[in-house]
């Protein structure tokens, strides 16, 4: 749960963000290049407690694919978009990595932590879009 208090304490950039910005396009396609599953865009923007205007959630099969998606993440948003995150943690024990962009938070959580967390289901308020394929 450490991840999602580090959001608290921090600003929304001005901008904002749409399911076709080439930040969230460029993050799916970077999580699908290393396999990662289950992907889903949950869609904040209507929500006022949300900190952030999109969720971007994966699963990956272990600690090592954790860290592979992350990483390609991080490397392809800094290669297409020139944007490195503003915040990033849990690459210690990689169980669940949040990389958060400011108006886009991602998780790539392993299949037990999702479980255990469902944060869909802490924002089933939020519209959701699956990104499998």
């Known amino acids: 749960m450490e991840q999602l208090s580090s959001l608290t304490n921090r600003k929304k950039k001005i901008a904002r963000l749409t399911r076709n910005s080439k930040i969230i396009k460029t993050i799916i396609a970077a999580i699908q290049e290393k396999k990662g599953e289950h992907i889903i865009s949950l869609d904040l923007r209507k929500i006022k407690e949300a900190v952030a205007d999109f969720f971007i959630i994966c699963e990956a099969s272990s600690q090592p694919h954790v860290r592979a998606i992350a990483e390609n993440v991080e490397d392809r948003v800094k290669e297409k978009c020139d944007e490195g995150p503003y915040h990033h943690e849990g ?43």
Do not use: P
Request: no cysteine; proline share 0%; hydrophobic share 35%.
């Open 91 to 133: 690459y210690q024990k990689m169980h669940w990595v949040l990389i958060d962009y400011v108006n886009v938070v991602v998780h790539v959580m392993q299949s037990e932590t999702r479980k255990f967390y469902r944060l869909e289901e802490m924002w089933s308020d939020a519209s959701g879009e699956e990104h499998n394929g």
